[in-house]
């Protein structure tokens, strides 16, 4: 079983829309850590936050916003009023006690396309 | 900081011939990690070493796979003799104390390798 999983393989919307992706994860450990990572076309991965397991409180940094909760296992992200400069390919990543927070499981990543 | 810096950002070359990777951690950082990506597996982690010391090579696919860290600023990965099945970006990153508590793995941008 794949310990983070991203569903949503793409997404396409109109610019100005909000969309939301999707992150599931499954670990044993009580303490661990959820990332979300950006990859634009360009190829670079781009870091974009980390929160911890006992942080349960909803993000916010401008257009984006992170939803994280515990009881379903999932970290989700949400972009309002999406722009062309959105589209990219989004992962989700694990980082788990028990492998001492010393790496990082990706999901496959959701490609998001924005068009105008 | 000028960032992870990878070497060569492109790599063309024949089956059976060597390839070697490149790969400048961040100053500072104690923690650098090789990963690959491909359509097939998305991200995965190939090895990652901890005070220029390897601790986990498991994700090594095969014997044919080399990693080295002579010192805190320079890492290779190296392919011998590389097959067409190799083809695949590899990112390499680095961190400081791991990917967790107040720490993020920051990304180079990428070796895109082609084994024809």
């Known amino acids: 079983a794949q310990k983070v999983t991203q569903a949503q393989t793409e997404i396409s919307v109109v610019e100005k829309e909000d969309v939301t992706l999707d992150c599931v994860y499954e670990?044993?450990?009580?303490?661990?850590?959820l990332f979300w990572y950006k990859q634009p076309p360009s190829g670079e991965l781009v870091f974009l936050i980390r929160?911890?397991?006992?942080?349960?409180q909803n993000e916010i940094s401008g257009r984006y916003s992170w939803n994280f909760q515990k009881s379903t296992s999932s970290f989700n992200f949400t972009i309002t009023a999406s722009q062309v400069v959105d589209s990219a390919v989004y992962f989700c990543?694990?980082?788990?006690?028990?492998?001492?927070?010393?790496?990082?499981?990706f999901g496959k990543g959701t490609m998001l396309l924005v068009s105008p | 900081d000028a960032g992870v810096i990878q070497s060569p950002r492109h790599e063309v070359t024949e089956m059976g011939q060597e390839v070697t990777l490149r790969c400048k951690p961040i100053s500072g950082h104690d923690y650098l990690f090789w990963y690959r990506q491909t359509m097939m597996r998305g991200l995965e982690l190939l090895i990652y070493f901890n005070n220029n010391v390897p601790i986990d090579d498991s994700g090594m696919p095969e014997d044919r796979f080399s990693a080295k860290m002579p010192n805190a600023s320079f890492s290779t990965l190296k392919i011998q003799p590389s097959e067409p099945r190799d083809s695949a970006v590899y990112f390499c990153?680095?961190?400081?104390?791991?990917?967790?508590?107040?720490?993020?793995?920051?990304f180079g941008q990428g070796t895109r390798l082609t084994v024809v």
């Open positions: 990543a694990l980082s788990e006690a028990g492998s001492g927070y010393s790496t990082l499981t």
């Open positions: 670990t044993r450990d009580t303490t661990y850590y």
């Open positions: 990153a680095s961190s400081f104390s791991g990917t967790g508590p107040n720490t993020e793995a920051f």
């Open positions: 929160r911890n397991s006992f942080d349960e």
